[in-house]
């Protein structure tokens, strides 16, 4: 094992901040106490807010040494070394037993180049250890920083009584000697760790050997040296590229550094292993796993696939593999997985875990919970299952259990920092108030431009219940052409209307959600007409869900439609199967009564599937067949064909170029044909989105697109119709 420096070790235990107090003959837990919210406000790195919670918690539980633990830990997150310790020293106050304490705050104050300090705090965590080893290693290293070598000497043979045999110690005297020998006048220059004063490169001499640099690689690394280590380790590989064993160490060094420059070293080496050996197990394990550790998901499953082609008989790693598949959204590859698991091992926790996680991830939470509520049973808190169990309940329209959940989580298990902030997100964002701003245009070609702009927002005043409001303003405008009558009736080429709503949705069950809103629609300087939206989704099971709408709106096809004020009645349900994963099938009908006595139908069925699922590009092919018809067309501004039939096949693409930047563009090519054609002709759309974060809670989101058709369509028959859009939404989340 390697041997750890006198800083490290207090500095991590410091940042990941666990919430035991830990002493020699006492355990006290006060995770009760910690208030849900200033945890929350930490991983998402609001460090003030969580600073004012904590304070607030104090106030209420005075004698909670962990809130000020807390505290503590946000200063040294920020740099802030001084307050940091003063903070922590509040804890020290009212647990003075913690050895942990004072060893956090030695590393505080050796941080913060206070070594008077922090050698202070080492002995009296040494007060209540005297046996342990680490903590003599940190009063030698701080002792020497002060030059102090009585104290210095005195920690190395207090080592060596516990530990005869520890280099460290030895090495420490042995230098103490040769010091003295050599200095007449008895005095020593202080010897500051390099934490402190920045890292020294080794200096390697031209004549050495490629065994002479790997050896003092280890050596280097024995004593924390990385920098030097990896100096030492490329000096060796470069004197001798195709070996084995120093490109393993040149992996493996990099691998654990992780810093700048890191990775290429990594899998250049990897790379050149492989060249030679091209199933070494372990160099293809650890590729693999490396890949995974740095997100690069499509890298990670084809160097796992490689593994398990070598080795199939590796029942972990199986585990591994599927794992991988999910995270990079394929899913059927991620059963197929599993199912080899299941078919060569049997029903273990392991597959049991990651078949709840492919559950939930595939949309059939409901399938999920028999597993982590089972398993629970007998491992209350463990991680996996209680994060699997927090995403089914917030798929399953359960978010007040699901945060409930979360809470327990973040209680349980505050140093699973990363995936505990992934997990904040998923289940918090969708809930905060949202506020949106959005502009759009179209233009048709029988002349007619919509302009819209529309301010809207929503609030959850519980995880159950959600409020919106919103207004809309409409400009519309026409080029008259020869034998096109879409003016108003007064014969104006403009018009333009407004609307306002209010609106609300709650969760009654996991399987229901019920919602609703009610408005006004007022054209100029009309008199404004009521309208409204009712509706409903169900989701009784897994695979099957049903989404139903009625509404009363205004029928703004055209500024002649606008202008007489047609009304549209309609009622749309749809029946969405899933059958197989990533797989789907939509059934749509809706029946539409028009204030002009007009009537209408639709009826339009749409498969889909996935069919490219990687990190960055997922690949949906379709089809999409409708059956429209209308009673009569009454030239009121509206295309309405007696009998209107559209067959396309679609793709959509989904590019994710980062985190905050992301694509998807959909494509539409097929036939028409209305009872003004004589046969099918041409009908075709085009969209691109994209969606950008801008800043930290703003995200842009733009649409545009075009379609086409030849033959028949549009609002004027007989003639080839095309229709080009624009829209700009962005979004901004309190």
Same mark, same amino acid.
């Given at each position: 094992?390697?041997?750890?420096?006198?800083?490290?070790?207090?500095?991590?235990?410091?940042?990941?901040?666990?919430?035991?107090?830990?002493?020699?003959?006492?355990?006290?837990?006060?995770?009760?106490?910690?208030?849900?919210?200033?945890?929350?406000?930490?991983?998402?790195?609001?460090?003030?807010?969580?600073?004012?919670?904590?304070?607030?918690?104090?106030?209420?539980?005075?004698?909670?040494?962990?809130?000020?633990?807390?505290?503590?830990?946000?200063?040294?997150?920020?740099?802030?070394?001084?307050?940091?310790?003063?903070?922590?020293?509040?804890?020290?106050?009212?647990?003075?037993?913690?050895?942990?304490?004072?060893?956090?705050?030695?590393?505080?104050?050796?941080?913060?180049?206070?070594?008077?300090?922090?050698?202070?705090?080492?002995?009296?965590?040494?007060?209540?250890?005297?046996?342990?080893?680490?903590?003599?290693?940190?009063?030698?290293?701080?002792?020497?920083?002060?030059?102090?070598?009585?104290?210095?000497?005195?920690?190395?043979?207090?080592?060596?009584?516990?530990?005869?045999?520890?280099?460290?110690?030895?090495?420490?005297?042995?230098?103490?000697?040769?010091?003295?020998?050599?200095?007449?006048?008895?005095?020593?220059?202080?010897?500051?760790?390099?934490?402190?004063?920045?890292?020294?490169?080794?200096?390697?001499?031209?004549?050495?050997?490629?065994?002479?640099?790997?050896?003092?690689?280890?050596?280097?690394?024995?004593?924390?040296?990385?920098?030097?280590?990896?100096?030492?380790?490329?000096?060796?590989?470069?004197?001798?590229?195709?070996?084995?064993?120093?490109?393993?160490?040149?992996?493996?060094?990099?691998?654990?550094?992780?810093?700048?420059?890191?990775?290429?070293?990594?899998?250049?080496?990897?790379?050149?292993?492989?060249?030679?050996?091209?199933?070494?197990?372990?160099?293809?394990?650890?590729?693999?796993?490396?890949?995974?550790?740095?997100?690069?998901?499509?890298?990670?499953?084809?160097?796992?696939?490689?593994?398990?082609?070598?080795?199939?008989?590796?029942?972990?790693?199986?585990?591994?593999?599927?794992?991988?598949?999910?995270?990079?959204?394929?899913?059927?590859?991620?059963?197929?997985?599993?199912?080899?698991?299941?078919?060569?091992?049997?029903?273990?926790?392991?597959?049991?875990?990651?078949?709840?996680?492919?559950?939930?991830?595939?949309?059939?939470?409901?399938?999920?919970?028999?597993?982590?509520?089972?398993?629970?049973?007998?491992?209350?808190?463990?991680?996996?299952?209680?994060?699997?169990?927090?995403?089914?309940?917030?798929?399953?329209?359960?978010?007040?259990?699901?945060?409930?959940?979360?809470?327990?989580?973040?209680?349980?298990?505050?140093?699973?920092?990363?995936?505990?902030?992934?997990?904040?997100?998923?289940?918090?964002?969708?809930?905060?108030?949202?506020?949106?701003?959005?502009?759009?245009?179209?233009?048709?070609?029988?002349?007619?431009?919509?302009?819209?702009?529309?301010?809207?927002?929503?609030?959850?005043?519980?995880?159950?219940?959600?409020?919106?409001?919103?207004?809309?303003?409409?400009?519309?405008?026409?080029?008259?052409?020869?034998?096109?009558?879409?003016?108003?009736?007064?014969?104006?080429?403009?018009?333009?209307?407004?609307?306002?709503?209010?609106?609300?949705?709650?969760?009654?069950?996991?399987? #229901?959600?019920?919602?609703?809103?009610?408005?006004?629609?007022?054209?100029?300087?009309?008199?404004?007409?009521?309208?409204?939206?009712?509706?409903?989704?169900?989701?009784?099971?897994?695979?099957?869900?049903?989404?139903?709408?009625?509404?009363?709106?205004?029928?703004?096809?055209?500024?002649?439609?606008?202008?007489?004020?047609?009304?549209?009645?309609?009622?749309?349900?749809?029946?969405?199967?899933?059958?197989?994963?990533?797989?789907?099938?939509?059934?749509?009908?809706?029946?539409?009564?028009?204030?002009?006595?007009?009537?209408?139908?639709?009826?339009?069925?749409?498969?889909?599937?996935?069919?490219?699922?990687?990190?960055?590009?997922?690949?949906?092919?379709?089809?999409?067949?409708?059956?429209?018809?209308?009673?009569?067309?009454?030239?009121?501004?509206?295309?309405?064909?007696?009998?209107?039939?559209?067959?396309?096949?679609?793709?959509?693409?989904?590019?994710?170029?980062?985190?905050?930047?992301?694509?998807?563009?959909?494509?539409?090519?097929?036939?028409?044909?209305?009872?003004?054609?004589?046969?099918?002709?041409?009908?075709?759309?085009?969209?691109?989105?994209?969606?950008?974060?801008?800043?930290?809670?703003?995200?842009?989101?733009? #649409?545009?697109?075009?379609?086409?058709?030849?033959?028949?369509?549009?609002?004027?028959?007989?003639?080839?119709?095309?229709?080009?859009?624009?829209?700009?939404?962005?979004?901004?989340?309190?």
């Amino acid at each position: 094992m390697k041997s750890k420096s006198f800083l490290i070790i207090p500095i991590v235990l410091l940042l990941i901040a666990p919430f035991y107090v830990i002493g020699e003959d006492k355990k006290i837990d006060y995770k009760a106490d910690l208030p849900i919210e200033g945890l929350e406000a930490e991983v998402i790195k609001n460090f003030p807010k969580a600073i004012q919670i904590y304070k607030e918690a104090i106030s209420k539980h005075p004698k909670n040494p962990m809130l000020w633990e807390r505290i503590s830990n946000i200063e040294l997150s920020l740099k802030h070394y001084i307050p940091a310790a003063d903070v922590l020293k509040e804890a020290i106050k009212i647990d003075p037993d913690n050895v942990e304490y004072y060893d956090n705050l030695s590393a505080i104050y050796s941080t913060a180049e206070r070594p008077k300090e922090s050698i202070e705090a080492i002995e009296k965590a040494l007060q209540k250890q005297p046996n342990n080893l680490q903590f003599w290693r940190e009063r030698a290293d701080l002792a020497s920083w002060l030059a102090d070598v009585v104290k210095e000497e005195d920690s190395y043979r207090k080592i060596l009584k516990l530990d005869p045999n520890n280099q460290y110690a030895i090495d420490g005297l042995k230098r103490i000697r040769q010091q003295r020998e050599g200095n007449t006048k008895n005095t020593f220059t202080p010897r500051i760790p390099k934490y402190f004063v920045g890292r020294s490169i080794v200096r390697l001499a031209k004549n050495e050997s490629a065994e002479y640099y790997a050896r003092r690689s280890l050596e280097f690394l024995k004593e924390d040296k990385t920098d030097e280590a990896v100096v030492a380790i490329e000096k060796a590989v470069v004197m001798e590229p195709n070996n084995i064993n120093y490109l393993k160490r040149r992996a493996a060094i990099a691998s654990d550094r992780k810093q700048l420059g890191d990775f290429q070293r990594a899998q250049d080496s990897y790379n050149r292993i492989l060249k030679v050996h091209k199933s070494d197990k372990k160099t293809l394990l650890e590729q693999a796993r490396f890949n995974r550790d740095h997100d690069y998901l499509n890298a990670a499953t084809r160097d796992y696939a490689l593994y398990l082609k070598y080795y199939p008989n590796s029942q972990k790693i199986w585990i591994e593999y599927a794992q991988v598949l999910r995270w990079k959204g394929d899913g059927r590859s991620a059963k197929r997985a599993l199912d080899t698991y299941l078919e060569k091992y049997g029903e273990t926790k392991d597959y049991n875990i990651e078949k709840a996680f492919l559950l939930v991830a595939t949309n059939r939470p409901k399938s999920s919970f028999w597993i982590w509520s089972n398993l629970l049973k007998k491992d209350p808190d463990n991680y996996d299952l209680l994060y699997v169990k927090s995403l089914a309940l917030n798929n399953n329209n359960e978010k007040k259990e699901a945060l409930e959940t979360l809470g327990s989580i973040l209680r349980l298990h505050p140093k699973e920092f990363g995936d505990n902030e992934e997990l904040l997100k998923t289940l918090k964002n969708p809930l905060r108030p949202t506020v949106n701003l959005g502009i759009g245009t179209s233009t048709d070609s029988d002349g007619v431009k919509i302009r819209p702009i529309e301010l809207s927002g929503k609030y959850f005043i519980t995880p159950k219940t959600m409020i919106e409001a919103g207004a809309n303003h409409s400009f519309l405008s026409v080029t008259p052409k020869t034998g096109d009558n879409l003016v108003t009736i007064q014969g104006n080429s403009n018009i333009q209307f407004t609307k306002g709503w209010l609106g609300a949705s709650h969760q009654i069950l996991p399987e #229901l959600r019920l919602g609703a809103k009610v408005g006004e629609t007022r054209v100029q300087q009309s008199k404004g007409f009521f309208i409204y939206e009712i509706s409903a989704f169900v989701n009784p099971v897994d695979k099957i869900s049903f989404d139903f709408l009625s509404a009363r709106e205004l029928y703004a096809e055209s500024p002649l439609a606008t202008s007489l004020n047609i009304k549209r009645l309609y009622n749309r349900g749809s029946i969405i199967l899933e059958p197989l994963i990533e797989t789907t099938l939509t059934f749509i009908g809706e029946n539409s009564h028009y204030s002009d006595k007009n009537r209408s139908y639709l009826i339009e069925v749409v498969p889909n599937t996935g069919v490219v699922r990687s990190q960055y590009i997922s690949l949906d092919l379709g089809l999409d067949a409708a059956w429209q018809g209308y009673n009569s067309n009454p030239a009121n501004g509206y295309y309405a064909p007696l009998s209107l039939k559209v067959y396309k096949a679609t793709s959509s693409i989904a590019i994710t170029q980062s985190e905050d930047v992301g694509y998807t563009f959909t494509v539409g090519a097929g036939v028409q044909k209305d009872e003004t054609m004589t046969q099918y002709g041409f009908a075709g759309d085009i969209a691109l989105e994209g969606a950008f974060r801008v800043f930290k809670d703003w995200q842009l989101t733009l #649409l545009a697109g075009a379609s086409r058709t030849n033959g028949g369509g549009g609002i004027t028959v007989g003639r080839n119709y095309y229709l080009y859009t624009f829209n700009a939404l962005i979004t901004k989340r309190f």
